[in-house]
């Protein structure tokens, strides 16, 4: 295995020019000289290897698309290193171009007038890829999904689903190393999220691709990422397998009940009571999240049974976004 | 090849405005009222005048001039000023720049598609309409050699221009202004709207110093020079070679510095 991304404490400082409020503010913003600077990455370092699906995550605004566009060329750090597949991205923005994908959820690369397949062809022509080649993918592609019919209809016309599956065989078409995802199923209703799902795992399979995926859907990275990288204000939080997160946030089980009466109120009650645990409640349970280690989920029940009377309940191991969402909230200790 | 990588642009841009028949219709009606407007307006002008021959031309070679001019821009003219900072604005450009290919290319020939269409559909036909109805301004000669290598150099002239007036947006993110002030000063100083005959003395003179002219002025006075003298058209030549080159460098420069500043303050 080789590493095919390696970052090195890059940072990237923006300078931004301080706005006053007002009209009287704004005018006199014409002409200002002052400006804050702003650390959108801090001190940030990881390596990736090649064929990993990498899933880079963090509260909106925490400066995952300024590490992207740091990987790809378009951003240059103000200070550390950073090397993709040998390059130095910014410099070589063109070369480095050659051996990656791109993805923007919400933006589309594909040329909007034609059909799919014309798009195809572009690309295969912007990117040197010989007709072999070409052939070779959209069988690969078709055995995957039913591309037959998206061919030969012009993107405008597609759905979002439709065509956010077009734009990921569009940037896996000249067979990148690294292909970056960001959103890549924001958006969209279930069963086309577990189609683009699958997809992404197959040509990472098939094509030993390397993908960084930035979501903020867990359900994308329950399904496609071992390895997760957490960042928030520009600081990385968190880079590890997924399923050491779950150990090292300590065994926290969900405990759900239904009990007869307001369940606000019970709710507030019994957080009052269970000091240690985050009490919420819904329209339908009342939602306890039980360290393991504190106390057991059945000593929790026995002393809810005392005082309440409990008509159903479930339990739930706990999710992968229950401990970002714990993480972005509290940071790791 | 490498050359394929561009011409497939060339090709999609052609398809893509073949997809929109009635806006080229749009366009071919909106200048047949646009030269009913300059007929008017300059046979007002040389009624006043009250002379056949104002500035060395007579009301025909003044049409002439202008329908061709018109003609011209409408296959120039790829509003990419307008497309910069569009891309800027919407963030589109980093889409683009991740191309395997320089920006300032990868744009050019994305527009070139049209280009070929506007030829087709606009320039063309007015070209041998002009021809046909005039019986002899245009003559059929070497000229028209001179006159498709003055227009090829013309295209990359206008275009440098757009590109670094485009780039400007890099900084103010605000395209409306720019783009009609660019417009402005490219129409009249390059003969698009007044043939540069026209212009008072100290004008004329700034306007021939100026690259402007080499994109209008040029390739026209080429095709409707009735007495050409080889010298005098190489000399012209020569000067859109000068700007041709000039532009495209400073573009270029101008470009590579603008996007650093964005590599290296965002944006």
Same mark, same amino acid.
């Not at chain 1, 000289?33 to 899933?55: C, F, H, L, P």
């Not at chain 1, 040998?86 to 063109?94: H, K, S």
């Not at chain 1, 307001?262 to 019994?270: D, G, M, V």
């Not at chain 1, 999240?289 to 309940?313: C, F, G, H, N, P």
């Given at each position: 295995?080789?590493?095919?991304?390696?970052?090195?404490?890059?940072?990237?400082?923006?300078?931004?020019?301080?706005?006053?409020?007002?009209?009287?503010?704004?005018?006199?913003?014409?002409?200002?000289?002052?400006?804050?600077?702003?650390?959108?990455?801090?001190?940030?370092?990881?390596?990736?290897?090649?064929?990993? &699906?990498?899933?880079?995550?963090?509260?909106?605004?925490?400066?995952?698309?300024?590490?992207?566009?740091?990987?790809?060329?378009?951003?240059?750090?103000?200070?550390?290193?950073?090397?993709?597949?040998?390059?130095?991205?910014?410099?070589?923005?063109?070369?480095?171009?050659?051996?990656?994908?791109?993805?923007?959820?919400?933006?589309?690369?594909?040329?909007?007038?034609?059909?799919?397949?014309?798009?195809?062809?572009?690309?295969?022509?912007?990117?040197?890829?010989?007709?072999?080649?070409?052939?070779?993918?959209?069988?690969?592609?078709?055995?995957?999904?039913?591309?037959?019919?998206?061919?030969?209809?012009?993107?405008?016309?597609?759905?979002?689903?439709?065509?956010? /599956?077009?734009?990921?065989?569009?940037?896996?078409?000249?067979?990148?190393?690294?292909?970056?995802?960001?959103?890549?199923?924001?958006?969209?209703?279930?069963?086309?999220?577990?189609?683009?799902?699958?997809?992404?795992?197959?040509?990472?399979?098939?094509?030993?691709?390397?993908?960084?995926?930035?979501?903020?859907?867990?359900?994308?990275?329950?399904?496609?990422?071992?390895?997760?990288?957490? +960042?928030?204000?520009?600081?990385?939080?968190?880079?590890?397998?997924?399923?050491?997160?779950?150990?090292?946030?300590?065994?926290?089980?969900?405990?759900?009940?239904?009990?007869?009466?307001?369940?606000?109120?019970?709710?507030?009650? +019994?957080?009052?009571?269970?000091?240690?645990?985050?009490?919420?409640?819904?329209?339908?349970?009342?939602?306890?999240?039980?360290?393991?280690?504190?106390?057991?989920?059945?000593?929790? *029940?026995?002393?809810?049974?005392?005082?309440?009377?409990?008509?159903?309940?479930?339990?739930?191991?706990?999710?992968?976004?229950?401990?970002?969402?714990?993480?972005?909230?509290?940071?790791?200790? | 090849?490498?050359?394929?990588?561009?011409?497939?642009?060339?090709?999609?841009? +052609?398809?893509?405005?073949?997809?929109?028949?009635?806006?080229?219709?749009?366009?071919?009606?909106?200048?047949?009222?646009?030269?009913?407007?300059?007929?008017?307006?300059?046979?007002? &002008?040389?009624?006043?005048?009250?002379?056949?021959?104002?500035?060395?031309?007579?009301?025909?070679?003044?049409? =002439?001039?202008?329908?061709?001019?018109?003609?011209?821009?409408?296959?120039?003219?790829?509003? =990419?000023?307008?497309?910069?900072?569009?891309?800027?604005?919407?963030?589109?450009?980093?889409?683009?720049?991740?191309?395997?290919?320089?920006?300032?290319?990868?744009?050019?020939?994305?527009?070139?598609?049209?280009?070929?269409?506007?030829?087709?559909?606009?320039?063309?036909?007015?070209?041998?309409?002009?021809?046909?109805?005039?019986?002899?301004?245009?003559?059929?000669?070497?000229?028209?050699?001179?006159?498709?290598?003055?227009?090829?150099?013309?295209?990359? =002239?206008?275009?440098?221009?757009?590109?670094?007036?485009?780039?400007?947006? /890099?900084?103010?993110?605000?395209?409306?202004?720019?783009? +009609?002030?660019?417009?402005?000063?490219?129409?009249?100083?390059?003969?698009?709207?007044?043939?540069?005959?026209?212009?008072?003395?100290?004008?004329?003179?700034?306007?021939?110093?100026?690259?402007?002219?080499?994109?209008?002025?040029?390739?026209?006075?080429?095709?409707?020079?009735?007495?050409?003298?080889?010298?005098?058209?190489?000399?012209?030549?020569?000067?859109?070679?000068?700007?041709?080159?000039?532009?495209?460098?400073?573009?270029?420069?101008?470009?590579?510095?603008? *996007?650093?500043?964005?590599?290296?303050?965002?944006?």
């Amino acid at each position: 295995m080789s590493n095919i991304i390696e970052i090195k404490n890059i940072t990237k400082e923006f300078k931004v020019l301080n706005r006053r409020e007002g009209l009287k503010g704004s005018i006199k913003d014409l002409f200002s000289r002052d400006y804050k600077i702003v650390r959108a990455v801090d001190n940030i370092s990881m390596t990736i290897q090649q064929g990993e &699906i990498v899933g880079y995550l963090g509260p909106n605004g925490a400066g995952k698309s300024t590490t992207i566009k740091m990987m790809t060329g378009i951003l240059e750090p103000t200070s550390g290193e950073i090397l993709v597949g040998g390059n130095v991205p910014y410099e070589n923005r063109t070369k480095n171009a050659q051996e990656i994908g791109v993805v923007f959820g919400q933006r589309s690369q594909l040329w909007w007038a034609l059909p799919l397949v014309e798009s195809f062809k572009i690309l295969k022509d912007i990117y040197g890829v010989s007709d072999k080649d070409y052939e070779d993918m959209l069988a690969l592609y078709q055995s995957l999904v039913d591309i037959e019919p998206l061919l030969h209809k012009p993107v405008r016309q597609m759905s979002l689903g439709q065509r956010t /599956l077009s734009d990921i065989l569009a940037a896996f078409l000249h067979n990148p190393k690294i292909v970056f995802l960001d959103e890549p199923t924001i958006g969209l209703d279930v069963s086309m999220k577990a189609k683009i799902r699958t997809l992404i795992h197959a040509l990472n399979q098939e094509k030993h691709t390397t993908v960084i995926l930035t979501t903020h859907d867990m359900g994308d990275v329950d399904a496609l990422c071992r390895r997760i990288v957490i +960042i928030d204000k520009g600081k990385m939080l968190y880079d590890n397998d997924i399923e050491h997160l779950k150990n090292f946030f300590g065994s926290y089980r969900t405990l759900k009940i239904r009990i007869d009466g307001s369940l606000k109120q019970l709710a507030e009650e +019994i957080d009052r009571k269970l000091s240690d645990f985050k009490v919420s409640a819904d329209d339908e349970w009342i939602s306890i999240l039980v360290d393991e280690e504190k106390a057991t989920v059945m000593e929790v *029940l026995s002393r809810l049974q005392q005082s309440y009377k409990i008509r159903d309940m479930q339990l739930e191991e706990i999710s992968t976004e229950e401990v970002i969402k714990k993480i972005y909230e509290e940071g790791v200790q | 090849m490498k050359l394929k990588k561009y011409l497939t642009l060339t090709r999609a841009g +052609i398809i893509e405005s073949l997809q929109f028949r009635l806006g080229t219709l749009v366009i071919i009606a909106g200048n047949l009222l646009y030269l009913i407007v300059v007929y008017f307006l300059w046979k007002a &002008i040389y009624a006043s005048a009250g002379t056949d021959i104002v500035n060395g031309m007579t009301f025909s070679d003044t049409l =002439i001039y202008l329908v061709l001019a018109t003609a011209l821009f409408n296959f120039m003219e790829m509003y =990419i000023v307008w497309e910069m900072g569009r891309a800027i604005q919407s963030g589109k450009i980093t889409l683009d720049l991740l191309k395997p290919m320089e920006y300032r290319k990868h744009l050019f020939w994305s527009y070139s598609g049209s280009f070929v269409t506007q030829f087709f559909f606009t320039f063309l036909p007015t070209f041998l309409i002009v021809a046909a109805v005039t019986h002899g301004a245009i003559r059929f000669g070497w000229n028209l050699l001179f006159f498709v290598i003055s227009v090829v150099m013309a295209v990359s =002239i206008n275009y440098s221009i757009d590109f670094l007036v485009g780039t400007i947006c /890099l900084y103010t993110e605000s395209i409306w202004g720019i783009n +009609i002030m660019k417009q402005v000063i490219v129409m009249l100083l390059s003969g698009a709207t007044i043939p540069i005959a026209f212009f008072p003395e100290p004008l004329k003179t700034i306007a021939y110093y100026l690259p402007f002219q080499s994109i209008y002025n040029a390739p026209l006075s080429i095709l409707l020079d009735g007495n050409p003298q080889l010298q005098t058209v190489l000399t012209t030549l020569g000067i859109q070679l000068f700007w041709c080159a000039a532009m495209m460098v400073l573009g270029k420069l101008f470009w590579k510095v603008s *996007l650093r500043q964005i590599t290296v303050n965002g944006g």
